[in-house]
Structure formats: structure tokens, C-alpha cells
């Protein structure tokens, strides 16, 4: 029998297309379609040649075509369910998908296809299923082994992918991203050493990787090295100056640098925002503003610190007080762990949403289904954020608050609470892209503990007149040599006095030599230094206070919890002032309990205040049995008025009616 006439068509096409020339087999398969409209492969091949050059209308097209004529045709149902999902027409995806693997359910790359579905669907536990359903199916291939583990971590946590990570390692020893997954999870669970070590691996095997160099840069800020882990996030940076993880990685640890100056912050952080815009398919969606008359307003709020975290102490007695009648709260929680405080806040949402695992764009499809009025984000650059979200403009309008000491540099971040200390009016607003709001006399709603232990005399007041002990319970990457070099002087100003640091990976032979070499550069006696690492519950770091007389603010990036915390157990804080957010969080918290006094204006005012708290014991003593009080009497603890502050604000905000 005599071939087709189409047939020599069609075989140079195949030739093409096997031999990578996509763009040449295309036209080719489209003269086939014209003199033999019958002809399956015709319309399947010329589909998927359309699907690979990013012709998605055409391949669609052709697929449906292809599908009419072999109603039965898994690989047409996989490719045209990719096509639609690449559509983003999420739900026929996963019908065509389905039909695939009713056909053949051995077929991995449809599992595949659907575990990516159902993540941009909302549904991460149909996710996991299906991509673990593909790497059985595929048990040699790294990238399905990958997944599996990528979803896991997602959805239950860094701790959980661990295992998998490291079978992975030891399965596939020549691929760097099996070492680049595991480095990055070590690093993310702050074991710094083993991280560095298997990220270097990696980027032996492939120097060029970037989620390598991503991983190597976390790992690096988990071991407080923080101008070399800048260096690796401006590295991904010039490969892709859109990384949005990368960016706000750097930008975070910017902030922790002494040397890093308002208008270098400020250049960075627009420099963010201008790189996520230039990065959006289109432009940011616009929205009308809210029109709430006859219901309540609704406001969204996003964050991943719903649970036993700094973030949630602060926020929850916003949520508490909230006026009901005027406002609707939903919560999305976005970190795999739900406890205890993620129930009680729960109790307290009108709605809760654990997006624990979703995509951004899943978590954007979800946002604009539950269209709230008000968008508020509680992370700004720190952790896995949701500022991509943010950049698209999910709600009409939205708001940063709480979790970062600066500007988003988003122009679709619309306003930033504050207050008028923290950002004195006018000194500030021209480094933020968006508006500020200075809502209270001070622009946080601290909640102690329940079970903190009661305030204890100072040390230094016992009796023998004990050595003096300062402390400083701060995230280790905020003591940068100038905050070593003011210690130093404060212990050379006390003669005989020590530090206790308290922070995470202060347990490590390693990171303890390292502090106490970068304390002996910057002139101070490594031997008067105490280093203790994190303890097992709140009560039990509360309890360290006991142990110090006096507590010490870092430089340039305040604490705030440790603020509170400090001065709730009975113990001054000395801060330097500094001129923008980071830098003044001390001088509002203070102010907040009428203890403006120890928020110095120099480094040598520092030293003096420093030394003249501990000067007295008696005195010391007398101060820190009244601190708690005096906290409890300022709008700190005023849970009721600042709730009514801050939800006025948002209302005022979502109308247009700021200043």
C-alpha cells in the first residue's frame, strides 16, 4: 500500500522535532493539518510543538482537535490539561488530568502535572498525594524525590523534608541540587555548620547554581556572618535582580549592618519594589475602593507567625479588642505549625485560613475569592514573605505593620503603621514608599506571658554587693562591631561586670569563638562574656532575668520584644537613638513606660547611662520593682485603647481618610 501523501510531511516534521528543532517542525505539522484533517498525530504533535514554543491559544486548539479524534489519548490529555493549567485554567486542568490517569494511571508526568495543579488549586494535601504517586512511578528520578520533600517542608514544616533531604543526598551523591535542598533546610532549621558544608558541596558539583548560592547566603546569616551573606544574596541578584527571596534576604540583613546608612536602606528597598514591578507579566490589578455601608469591613491579615511567636504576643490583643461591629478579621496563617496560639487566635478570627503551602499565586487566587477590603501583611521582609502577593495588589488597599523595622519599597504597599517616635514626622516619610500612619503614642500592643515568673531584686543588690552582670537577650546578627565596641565600654566603665548573650546557636564550640574573637577586636575582654543558647519554654527565658541587673540594646536595629520582655521582668534598658525605624523602636518603648531617660542620644551617653543604673544598687532595686507598673500603666498594656487606635486607623485607611 501506497503512503499517504502526508506521510513524507510528517516524517520530516518528527525528524525536527526529535532533533530539538521545535520551530521548524511547527509549520510543517500545520501543512498536515490542512491536507489531512483526519490525521491524530498531525494535530497532537503539532499541538505539543505549539505548547513548547509558548503558543498556548494554538495549542489549545489543536490539542482539543487532536482529542476529538482520540477521545482516549492519555498523552493528548496530559499535554492539553498542561496546556490549560499554563492557561491558568486550574480546575479543566485537573479534569483533563484526571481523565489521563483514569486511562493510564502509571503515567507520571501526569501525577506531576496535578500535585502542581492542586498546589496553585489551594488543595496541598491533594499536592503531596499526587507527587508522591509520581515518584513512585519514577523512583530514579531526583526531580520527583525533590518535590515530594519541597511540598513536605511546605506543609509540615523544615523539620519534617529533613530526612527525606538527607536520604536524598545519600541516593543521588553527584547532584548538587540534592546537596543544595539539603544545605538549605539545614540552614533553615539553624544548623549553620552542616548547611555550609553541604552547600559548598553543591556549588562543587555546579558553581553556577543559584539556588545554591541562595541556600550558602542563608546559611551564612544564620551564622551571623552577616556581610558575607550579603555578598551571596547580591550574587543571585545580578543574575536575576527579581528574586524576590533573595532580595528581601538581603535587604533584612542590611539592616542588621552598622554601616548601612538611611539613604543606602532607602535605595535598596525602592530598588526592590522597581525589580518585582519590572517582573510582573502585567501591571498590578487595580481595584475599586472599598464601598462598606450596609456590612462590616473586611480585613484580611497575612502572616506566618500565628503561633507561639514574638509577632502573635503583639497582634493578639489587637485581635482581641477589635471593635466587631465595625470590622470582620480574617487570618491567614501561613507557617505549617498550628499550636496553641494559633487555636486561640482562631477563636478570636472572623475567619481562619491555614495557606500553609500554597503558592503565591494560590494564595492570590485566594485572596481575590475572599476579596477583602484591607490587606494587611505582619512580615515585610523577614521569613518566607508574601510580598510578590502584595506586589500584584490583592486587596485596594494594603498595609505593613509589625514584623519589619522598614519600608516594603512596594508603591502597591499603600501605608505603614507607626508612631511619631519611632518615625518623627517628617524626618522619615521620604525614605518609605508607602504613607505612614502614626496611629498611637506608641505603635505596638505588647502581651506579657501569662506565666512569667515574678520580678527578682537585681544581682548587683544581693548581699556582698555581687558583680554587676548586663545582658542582652538580641538576635545575635544585630551585634555588629559598633554594638560590641559600646559593651566593651560599658563593661571597661563597670569594673568587674560581665555579659550573659542569650540567643539562638549560642550553644555551638564554633559561633561562641567567634563572638568572643569579634568581642576582643572591638576592645572588649572576651572572659567577662556569658553565651547561653535558647531555652526550652518562655517562663524558663524569662526566668534568665534574674540573673542580670541591667539590659543592653544593640545597634543600629533595636530589639522590641527583648525590650518588653526585659522591662516587664524589672530590668532598664539602655538604647541609642538612632535617626530612622530600626533605630528607634528603644526610644518609643521607653517613652511608653516613662523611662525616656535611657534611650541615649550618644555612644559616650550611652556608657554613662549604663554605668549610672548600676552605680546604686538600692536604687536599681527600688527602679525595677516599679517597672512593671509603670509598663502597665502606659498604652503598651492599654489593650482596649490601642486596638480602638489601630482598627480606627485601618477603617480611616480603607476610606481614604489619612493624612
Known sequence: MRPAPFQPILQQALAHHQAGRVAAAYPLYQQVQRVAAGCFDGWHLGGLAALQLGRLDEAARQLTRALALQPKSALCLLRLGITRRMQGELEPAAQLLRRALD???????????LAVVHDQSGRPAEALEAARRAAVLKPEDHAAFSRVAHLVSRQQGLAAALPLLEDAARRWPASADAWKDLGTVLAGLHEAAPALAALDRALSIEPGLPAARLGRALALQEAFRIPEAVADYEAVLRENPAHAEAGSARLLCLNYLDTTTPELLRDAHFAYGRAQAAALAAPPATLPPAVVRDRLLRVAVVSADFRRHAV??????LLEFADRSAVEIWLYHDHPLVDEVSRRLQSLASRWRHVAGLSHGGLETLLRADAPDVLIDLAGHTGVNRLP????????????YLGYPNTTGL???????????????GATDAWHTERLVRFSPCAWAYRPPADAPDVAPPPCSGPGRPPVTFGSFNNP?????????????????????RLLLKGHGLDHPGLRAEIGRRFAEAGGDAGRLEMIDRTPSARAHLELYSRVDAALDAFPYHGTTTTCEALWMGRPVVTLAGSEHRGRVGVSLLSACGRASWAAASEDDYVRIAAGLVADPAALAAESSALRAALAAGPLLDHAAQAARFWSAVRACAAGRTG
Open 389 to 400: 502577593v502584595y506586589a500584584r495588589r490583592a486587596a485596594p488597599v494594603q498595609i505593613n
Open 103 to 113: 486511562i493510564d494511571p502509571k503515567l507520571p508526568e501526569a501525577w506531576e502535572h
Open 312 to 317: 502573635a504576643s503583639f497582634f493578639e490583643p
Open 477 to 497: 546578627a544585630k551585634m555588629g562591631p559598633r554594638t560590641f565596641r559600646l559593651w566593651a565600654r560599658v563593661l571597661a566603665a563597670v569594673p568587674g561586670s
Open 411 to 425: 508603591e502597591t504597599m499603600d501605608y505603614r503603621f507607626t508612631d511619631a517616635l519611632a518615625d518623627p514626622e
